[in-house]
């Protein structure tokens, strides 16, 4: 689980990173990124489900530590979007570079 796991967030790292080199902080990409990280969610279901867990210690590690960084991707991207579509694109490219670099 754990090697299946950390294959799985390195490349949805590595698409969210390609994503956030192409295209601008628009709406668009914030959806297309939040798209990513459910399907990563989603492949990451299949396999447990397909393949169950090892032991209870793994299915407790999954849940309680490895499940919420995927989930807290989402729910960072979600945050911004009130706040895109609020203070408009320049405040944002602002927010972002003071509070993620």
């Not at 902080?25 to 989603?42: D, G, N, P």
């Not at 991707?73 to 009130?82: A, M, Q, S, V, Y």
Request: aromatic share 14%; with cysteine; charged share 35%.
């Amino acid at each position: 689980m754990d090697k299946f796991y950390n294959e799985t967030l390195a490349k949805l790292e590595n698409e969210i990173k390609e994503f956030e080199i192409e295209a601008d902080c628009s709406i668009e990409r914030i959806e297309a990124v939040i798209q990513l990280i459910i399907k990563c969610l989603f492949d990451v279901k299949k396999y447990i489900l397909k393949r169950g867990f090892k032991n209870v210690d793994e299915e407790i590690r999954f849940f309680k530590y490895q499940k919420p960084i995927i989930v807290s991707d989402i729910l960072e991207k979600i945050d911004f979007l009130p706040f895109v579509l609020k203070s408009g694109l320049q405040d944002f490219h602002l927010y972002s570079k003071q509070h993620f670099l």
